[in-house]
């Protein structure tokens, strides 16, 4: 939930003849985000941290009258941190999945996806020629799950794991990974301009993405009722062109108003 931190200050007798105590409240969201995760968090050329997803927690904090404060967190540890009560949300284009449910409560989903195959120029050209090779992936991420469940259907040699997309990029560009798997609207971003790098498929897996809460917190079903908001008032349809250039279609997440989910 929405942190209340307390500020108090102690004036010595000494300096004042009494003691004094002044508390100041400040309503504030610690909001977990593995940042260089494009375009949904990650910093801009002045440092500051942009994105989807940056935008979408500052439109929904502003609704909820609460300060954010953005703590930068490796994928694999915002479970974790947010099951432990050290962040109050945890975003990072995070795929809403039973398995994670059972530990962790979300808002409806924003966004549709799927994982995709990013190789080197010249590389495999799809994951039928990935066989004896070395694919990347993020550490506990769903193209993790992915790949481990798939390795031995394409016959991988190897699967290496990263923290982030950046370390990920830098092995598949000096040839230490053949290929990289994980989802397909950060690497389109990421590659549009880098003509040494491509997507060559899409592994479609059906995913959605929302904001993740400590198991049955009331701040989601908070967070649920203003993405409904923002579904209806247009907003995250914007945030959509904003970010991927296109408006998102009628039968999306991004558009359609869906309940919060739940186990099966």
């Known amino acids: 939930m929405i942190a209340k931190h307390l500020a108090s200050a102690a004036v010595g007798l000494a300096l004042l003849g009494s003691t004094a105590l002044s508390a100041a409240a400040q309503e504030q969201l610690t909001v977990?985000?593995?940042?260089?995760?494009?375009?949904?968090?990650?910093?801009?050329?002045?440092g500051d941290f942009?994105?989807?997803?940056?935008?979408?927690?500052?439109?929904v904090a502003d609704r909820l009258g609460a300060e954010v404060?953005?703590?930068?967190?490796?994928?694999?540890?915002?479970?974790?941190?947010?099951?432990s009560g050290r962040i109050d949300i945890a975003t990072s284009?995070?795929?809403?999945?039973?398995?994670?449910?059972e530990s962790v409560s979300f808002?409806?989903?924003?966004?549709?996806?799927?994982?995709s195959l990013t190789v080197a120029s010249?590389?495999?050209?799809?994951?039928?020629?990935?066989?004896?090779?070395?694919?990347?992936v993020d550490t506990g991420s769903t193209g993790d799950m992915w790949a481990t469940d798939h390795a031995e259907e394409y016959?991988?040699?190897?699967i290496r794991r990263y923290e982030g997309l950046s370390p990920a990029m830098l092995d598949l560009t000096a040839g230490r990974i053949d290929g990289y798997i994980s989802d397909i609207p950060a690497l389109l971003y990421y590659v549009k301009d880098k003509p040494n790098l491509e997507v060559v498929q899409r592994i479609e897996t059906g995913e959605k993405y929302s904001m993740m809460f400590a198991k049955d917190a009331e701040l989601a079903s908070e967070v649920?009722?203003?993405?409904?908001?923002?579904?209806?008032?247009?907003?995250l349809a914007d945030l959509h062109e904003k970010w991927f250039g296109a408006t998102p279609e009628d039968t999306t997440s991004t558009v359609t108003v869906l309940p919060m989910p739940t186990l099966d």
Request: glycine share 12%.
């Open 122 to 136: 010249g590389g495999p050209a799809s994951l039928d020629e990935m066989e004896g090779k070395t694919v990347g």
């Open 50 to 59: 942009v994105g989807f997803e940056i935008d979408l927690v500052n439109e």
């Open 107 to 115: 808002a409806q989903p924003y966004y549709d996806s799927d994982q």
């Open 224 to 235: 649920n009722d203003i993405i409904t908001e923002l579904k209806e008032e247009g907003i």
């Open 93 to 101: 284009s995070i795929t809403i999945t039973d398995e994670r449910l």
């Open 155 to 158: 016959g991988f040699a190897d």
């Open 32 to 46: 977990g985000a593995n940042i260089g995760n494009v375009p949904w968090e990650f910093q801009d050329d002045s």
């Open 69 to 83: 404060e953005i703590v930068n967190i490796p994928f694999n540890g915002l479970f974790s941190a947010v099951q």
